[in-house]
């Protein structure tokens, strides 16, 4: 089968919604071979997608302020955001291209090691130059989101371990874990602030110390990886993609516009936001990132109901639309309140449409091309997102008004749109 043919799909509404992309592509039954669905296959990659959720969502919420203490100007936190996008990009695809055919297990505690070796960097490094390479080649997550090299091997890993109809959830639950983590981290970033002051300690240190916290990701992850089971699909049968790759690329072009705009309001810049503009302190900021990660985290479980209901596409744009509009309003809100509360209102929809993207890629691929279907949607996502953190930080050197959250509201309804303008039966 060449690039360009069409592929099939067994559940109706993937087809669905594939079409209402314009994919021009048919429902076939990836899945022939029984799947294993209960919940221990897929344990230990939620229970180490938690602990990195914590780790990311503790060093997200305290990365801009640290740097900025470091003396780094709001345009030097741009480029160290920007630079830890880019490396996550470039990790990313070489996971899921060419590490897909080995042992997930090793890959995943392989990235264990360097996930260690980022956060010694980060505690150890302080001038600009050297830590922007830190952020490059490392594993640190500014956006308490998953953008990294364990991405696609842990998708894939998940979509080999469940059937079709409970992958949504599954991924759902996943991502659940990540955020639910990630709001234990957020809340924790203010105890180096609270702790040198009631101690005495030196703040800057304090924070650098802090860091550490991914060493302890690092080994509590390794932990849960040497439990995996063996996948249903053996690992030996990862291929790059082949007959998918059309399908791929054309939703990789969708995503990324979302990603770019997603890019200019991750959780780095809404920590300079609120705090340049509001002048929120380190707590309040702390507890508004936490609540928004763990609103955003359990609506992807709603998510897996509506997607069965109207279909995964469906799904993606109806809640995405208002989320954004929500983004934009928090940008001209006249005060914190107003905001905080508009951001509590996006991630309240804003994530409904994660499983569902998810569940639909590994729905249109054959199950070998699983990591390498992952990893392609995902880097031009990554690259999208990188490519507008200096930006942002820029509009905000400029101005304390919120554009990077007008901007970011602006492009990812465009983004919406786009995916309305493919309606079922659309040409391609």
């Known amino acids: 089968m060449s690039a360009d043919s069409t592929i099939t799909t067994r559940a109706p509404k993937v087809g669905t919604a594939s079409a209402s992309v314009g994919l021009a592509f048919r429902v076939t039954n990836h899945d ?140 759902a639950i996943y991502n659940l874990a990540g955020g639910f983590g990630a709001a234990l981290g957020a809340l924790a970033s203010p105890l180096p602030s609270k702790l040198s002051s009631r101690y005495g300690w030196n703040l800057l240190t304090t924070e650098r110390a802090s860091f550490a916290i991914y060493i302890a990701a690092a080994i509590g992850s390794a932990l849960a990886y040497r439990t995996m089971a063996p996948a249903p699909h053996a690992a030996t049968a990862r291929v790059p993609l082949r007959e998918s790759r059309a399908v791929v690329l054309r939703l990789a072009a969708l995503f990324s516009l979302d990603s770019a705009g997603g890019g200019l309001a991750i959780h780095a810049i809404l920590v300079l936001y609120l705090h340049q503009r509001f002048g929120l302190d380190a707590g309040a900021i702390g507890a508004t990132l936490a609540a928004t990660a763990l609103l955003s985290s359990f609506s992807q479980l709603a998510s897996a109901a509506v997607s069965k209901r109207f279909g995964l596409v469906n799904t993606m744009v109806f809640t995405h639309i208002p989320a954004n509009i929500f983004l934009v309003l928090a940008g001209i809100a006249p005060n914190a309140g107003l905001a905080v509360a508009l951001l509590l209102l996006r991630a309240s929809l804003s994530s409904m449409d994660i499983p569902a993207r998810q569940a639909l890629v590994m729905s249109l691929v054959t199950p070998p091309e699983r990591a390498a279907a992952a990893s392609i949607t995902n880097v031009p996502r990554s690259l999208a997102t990188a490519a507008t953190p200096a930006l942002a930080g820029w509009m905000l050197a400029s101005s304390n008004f919120g554009w990077p959250l007008i901007a970011a509201g602006v492009a990812k309804l465009s983004y919406d749109l786009l995916l309305l303008h493919y309606r079922p039966g659309s040409a391609d």
Not at 107 to 131: D, E, H, K, N, Q
């Open 32 to 171: 022939a071979r029984p799947q294993l669905t209960h919940h221990f296959a897929t344990g230990p990659i939620i229970i180490a997608r938690a602990i990195r959720g914590v780790a990311d969502g503790f060093a997200s919420a305290l990365l801009a302020q640290y740097l900025t203490h470091l003396g780094f100007t709001a345009l030097q936190v741009g480029m160290i955001v920007t630079g830890t996008l880019l490396g996550s990009a470039a990790l990313t695809l070489v996971s899921g291209l060419r590490w897909g055919h080995l042992d997930p297990r090793r890959v995943l505690l392989g990235t264990c090691v360097l996930m260690a070796a980022t956060g010694l960097g980060f505690a150890g490094i302080s001038l600009f130059w050297p830590l922007l390479i830190v952020a490059v080649l490392g594993t640190l997550n500014p956006s308490a989101g998953d953008v990294s090299l364990v991405l696609p091997i842990e998708q894939a890993a998940i979509a080999d371990r469940t059937d079709e109809e409970g992958r949504p959830k599954r991924f």
